[in-house]
């Protein structure tokens, strides 16, 4: 029913354009800051990109890396070493153990020197699966636009997996946790004379599901490979929660070789910092499409700078559907 | 020995009109400390020692009253005042004498006062007027909003005849809903709120209609540019019944008829007609059943109509399509005062006020059946789509004065108030002859229903000739979906009169406000929302303290300088990333996600200097504020300004008589810059960097930082207004013609601003050429009107 406040907005538009005039009027530029990203996991090195902030009248273009800075990593409080520079990122040659705290500094001389920490998200266990399969009717019409008429229903049958994923939060932390599934799709090709296909290996998909939990969940995207509904642990401190997710039963069918692939499910635990962040990000995007809408700050843990430091870890089980 | 004492009382009222008069005073002229003023139905009971008096009664613009009596027992004597045309000049403030009053922080604005201001397109707008006063801002340009003392427009208590309005805004908020000829009287409580107001936590706007002349018909013309008024009154019954009709009327959408009818007569096809227009209607009827006794029923309706109807024909189908979108409000009061004795005065009051915003679409069409083409029958297809929502407000009220002995007034009563909200329903019907189809459905949210119960007492102390306090206390109790919130509100007040010209005032207020208001614009629109408080959401609370010193300089002057300090907890306000585009089906629970729950507070310091007297009146405000909010999950919980925070604002208002056939009116504003939220500066964000670093054209745009809400200042406002009225006294009666300059320094004030892309701005695909712009809404605005009143 938005629909009812189009009239509103539009008479609101006519009037402000009809009798306004518009002024350019001076903005003053603020001072530039570091921005620090880096979002580490217990699965590869602690890598970190520095670029600088633009003026809010400055082109995506005047974006810079910061190639000269110095960049100290600690743990727990405890100098590790200064990463290099290499291709656009900062290395380090550690590889982050969960439930560790680590501080990054950095400072180019010019811009104020950044700080950030973040504690390496904990794993959890996956207390148990489930699955369910159900044959959905769902009905449809058609529209033709020649006798503008709907037309009968035209019955469609989708075959859905329901999943079940319990887990226990540690009450100790303050993560937040996702889920995601995934499945390793093969690849064919279709040499002549016949065309008859030839398994060529598998790509592991990311696959989208519906989540069917009514509790406060949030999709996240982390990276291009990761995303699902994560849920912050205040909503059931200590306690369990299961995930429950709907797929097409097609997502996970090799239907060339009549079998069904295997499901890996995967619990992403989402440091305090990074949950924060996606979700803020998440908003700040919405708001971008509604004009009205208050402004949004992206969560940044970066002191005297903007970005992010934060951590993941991931527990992967597998599941074969019969 | 102590004398015995006795008292006196009876009705102030005007000689020609048999209105009766608020706020006039009345004493004992061979002790001038003795005196009270009459309240807001002209009754005044005073009490004083057995012996001579000398009862005088004194209201700017009329004669002094002046008679002798022995009081030997107490005694009804009802006050006619003549206007004297001696001492017509041009009346500024009203008759309430800030040196003697204990009551702080509130202003009498008499509406003669406000019909001599220069306003936007001529048109007398009461809340335009009170913008000027300090400690008040007015929200964006053109707009009728008010926000005293750093509060929300929802924490103004607007009441008209004793009846909360719940939407005072028409045409989007740039005019008000209160016609100026059809009030007699203004008062605006800022703080120090004596115990009979609740309800809201930063100002009381008390309006009174005209009762309506009991001795002689009489009226009032007037045709202005956007809209023509007129009012009618005069006696029933001579001195006995009376009535008032007073309306109004927006013309824009008349105007433009012939041009909708030349271009739908060019269009043999197509007709077209739309407009937008409001009207309301002032009506009140008045009757003195004794002397002791007397009835009002008093009304007001008022609407705002945008509408829009397309009829298509070709051959011999017909289709038409029709849109209309109307709010408006509806308030009503019947009352009885009842004098049970000199001591006691009664009002009782039974009150309605509704407010209802509907949108509706519907649409007809002629067809042939598609599938047998030998039916040759001509089928009628409609639909039609509305959406409903508002608030009604029923209550029965009691008042009681009683004037204990002569240091003693005391006010108390009660006050139930049956509301139902009406958060949003939707209605759709479809029929279709062909298809033989017939459907007709509603959904949406359910009403809500809440009960409120209040009940007061309010005692003003005179401890001795120099010290007088108010002392009260309100209770109210509040239920809604089986839950019961409840709330005592002390309030106090004091007066310490250091000479006859100077007194220090002192004032402490806690009040209470169970309704919550979703708007995040700032342009009233009549989609915002009334809702009840929550167990997530509970009442709004608000704390003021004021201090002041109050001064009268060489009879002509009067000056006062006021402090305040103002808690405020429980605000709401919209989340980030929210607005009230989001708040559709489910908004009666489903705008809880919506919002957030905050604090602020605000202090400040106001100065205002008054001259009364003489051809040259007016009034100079100066306010130094600060308003700030937070919340936690807004800017991380930083403190931040509140939109209207504003650092300076200045108010003057001068109306000067040339003759007695020209008066010239005179308005300057000045204000320092709205606070508005705009990006500070922009960063790669964290999931787009492998893209920055691989080049990819795509996803690679920064994100905006915004560091805190409203951190960023307009430029400052500030804008002349000048007005002449020319008036020549005519054989019927006197005429007025009115010219008026708008802006009349064609100051480009800010409504709003972007970074061009933004709202009103094209799309920019190349920040390169961004820059930040203002979007100015009014240039200088020429007006006439011509009024013309009838002897």
Known sequence: MKNKYLIPLFLLFALITACSEVIDIKVDEKEKNIVLNSVISDQEEIKVNLTKSIGILESDKKVALIEDATVELFENDIFIEKMNYANGYYFSSLIPQTGTKYTIKANNNVLKPVEATTYMANKTNIKRINYSIDSTWRTEQWYDTLTQTFYDTIIVSYEEVKILVEITDNPQTNDAYMLTLAAKRPNYVYPPPDYLPVKVGDTLVTIYYNSLNKEAMEWVNINQNMYGGAIADNFFSGQTFTFSALIYAWDIKDYQNNTTMPLYINIVNLSDDLYKYVTSKNKYDEASYNPLAEPVNIFSNVKNGFGIFASYSVITDSLLIK | ?791
């Open chain 2, 1 to 791: 020995m102590f004398a015995q004492k006795h008292t006196v009382s009876g009705f102030i009222e005007d000689a020609s009109s048999g209105e009766r008069l608020i706020g006039a005073a009345v004493f004992d002229a061979n002790k001038i400390t003795n005196g009270t003023t009459s309240n807001v139905y002209g009754f005044y009971s005073l009490t004083l020692p057995e012996g001579n008096i000398k009862l005088s009664c004194s209201f700017v613009g009329y004669s002094l009253f002046q008679k002798e009596i022995t009081l030997k027992k107490d005694t009804t004597i009802n006050i006619i005042l003549n206007s004297d045309v001696l001492i017509d000049e041009i009346v500024i403030s009203g008759e309430r004498n800030q040196v003697e009053d204990v009551q702080m922080s509130v202003v009498d604005v008499p509406i003669k006062t406000i019909q001599k201001l220069p306003v936007l397109l001529g048109e007398v707008d009461v809340l335009k007027s009170i913008q000027l006063l300090p400690g008040v801002q007015s929200g964006t340009e053109g707009s009728s909003g008010i926000y005293v003392r750093g509060g929300g427009p929802d924490q103004n208590l607007i009441l008209l005849d004793g009846v909360p309005v719940y939407n005072v805004n028409h045409l989007f908020g740039f005019f008000s809903v209160f016609n100026g000829y059809a009030i007699s009287d203004i008062t605006l409580y800022k703080g120090g709120f004596p115990a009979r107001y609740s309800g809201r936590l930063s100002s009381v706007l008390d309006i009174r209609m005209k009762e309506g002349n009991m001795k002689k018909y009489a009226g009032e013309v007037s045709i202005g540019i956007i809209a023509s008024k007129f009012t009618l009154e005069g006696p029933i019954v001579k001195d006995k019944t009376s009535f008032i009709i007073s309306g109004r009327r927006t013309y824009l959408d008349l105007l433009t008829i012939p041009f909708q009818l030349l271009f739908s007569g060019l269009n043999t096809e197509a007709t077209f007609f739309g407009g937008y227009f409001f009207h309301d209607l002032n009506a009140k009827i008045n009757h003195k059943i004794s002397d002791k006794d007397r009835i009002f029923l008093s009304t007001y309706m008022g609407r705002d109509k945008v509408y829009m109807n397309m009829i298509s024909k070709w051959d011999e189908y017909q289709d038409k399509t029709r849109f209309d979108l109307h709010w408006g409000n509806i308030t009503t009061a019947l009352r009885w005062n009842h004098v049970f004795s000199p001591k006691l005065f009664a009002n009782f009051t039974l009150t309605y006020s509704q407010y209802n915003f509907v949108t509706e679409a519907a649409n007809e069409y002629q067809y042939h059946s598609w599938s047998n083409p030998e039916d040759d029958k001509l089928y009628t297809s409609k639909y039609s789509l509305g959406y409903f929502s508002g608030i009604i407000d029923e209550a029965i009220v009691s008042d009681f004065d009683y004037n204990l002995n002569s240091k003693n007034r005391i006010k108390f009563g009660t006050n139930y108030a049956y509301r139902i909200f009406k958060p949003g329903i939707s209605a759709m019907s479809i029929t279709d002859e062909g298809e033989d189809m017939e459907i007709d459905t509603t959904w949406g949210n359910t009403n809500l229903h809440a009960n409120e119960f209040t009940i007061y007492a309010e005692d003003e102390i005179s401890i001795n000739k120099a010290i007088k306090v108010n002392l009260g206390v309100n209770y109210s109790n509040f239920a809604v979906r089986d839950t019961i919130y409840d709330s005592w509100q002390p309030r106090i007040a004091a007066r310490v009169l250091m000479s006859d010209k100077v007194s220090l005032k002192f004032s402490y207020s806690h009040m209470t406000q169970y309704l919550h208001f979703l708007t995040n614009t700032s342009i009233g629109l009549p989609t915002d929302l009334w809702l009840p408080v929550t167990d997530l959401f509970p009442p709004e609370t608000s704390i003021q303290y004021a201090a002041g010193i109050a001064i009268k300089i060489f009879k002509k002057y009067n000056f006062s300088i006021e402090g305040y300090y103002k808690t405020m907890e429980n605000l709401i306000e919209y989340k980030e990333g929210a607005s009230f585009l989001d708040i559709e089906e489910g908004a009666s629970v489903g705008w809880e996600s919506k919002v957030l729950s905050g604090r602020g507070w605000a202090y400040g310091a106001e100065f205002l200097i008054e001259k009364n007297i003489g051809d040259l009146s007016g009034w100079i405000g100066y306010t130094l504020s600060w308003t700030n909010r937070q919340f936690d999950e807004i800017a991380f919980g930083k403190v931040f300004p509140y939109r209207y925070d504003s650092r300076h604002d200045i108010g003057i208002a001068l109306i000067y008589k040339i003759n007695d056939h020209i008066d010239m009116g005179a308005t300057w504003v000045y204000g320092t810059g709205s606070a508005v939220t705009l990006a500070e500066q922009r960063f790669l964000p964290y999931e787009n960097v492998e893209n920055y670093l691989n080049n990819v054209e795509w996803g690679t745009s920064t994100s905006e930082y915004y560091g805190s809400r409203n951190n960023y200042r307009m430029p400052a406002y500030h804008r002349l207004d000048i007005g002449f009225n020319f008036m020549k006294e005519k054989k019927r009666g006197t005429r007025t013609w009115s010219f008026g300059l708008y802006n009349a320094y064609n100051r480009q004030n800010a409504f709003y601003v972007d970074f061009n892309g933004g709202l009103f701005g094209e799309y920019y695909s190349d920040r390169e050429t961004r820059k930040l712009v203002k979007y100015s809404l009014f240039p200088i605005i020429p007006s006439v009107s011509y009024n013309f009143k009838f002897k």
